[in-house]
């Protein structure tokens, strides 16, 4: 990977992009570790505040559960 910091930069700025970066590795290394998909994190809260809403109850959506609208929405009872 190469890393293009602007010239102009100074220090602080530069110490932030390099902490952005590191950052954004260490998610995408967490992700391949848990063989999860990483868009169905965003699909996975999205759902929760869907059953939260339309059920007044909180709910915890497992990762392993199913990224199927139909088919997770006909577990909710389970979460």
């Known amino acids: 990977m190469r890393l293009d910091i602007p010239d102009d930069a100074d220090e602080d700025e530069a110490a932030a992009i390099a902490a952005v ?44 559960a199913p990224r199927d609208a139909w088919s997770a929405a006909g577990r909710t009872d389970r979460y």
Do not use: K
Not at 29 to 55: A, K, M, Y
């Open 21 to 64: 970066i590191r950052s954004h590795m260490r998610a995408q290394e967490e992700t391949e570790e848990e063989d999860v998909e990483p868009e169905w994190s965003g699909n996975r809260w999205r759902f929760t505040g869907r059953v939260n809403s339309l059920q007044n109850r909180m709910v915890r959506v497992p990762t392993d």
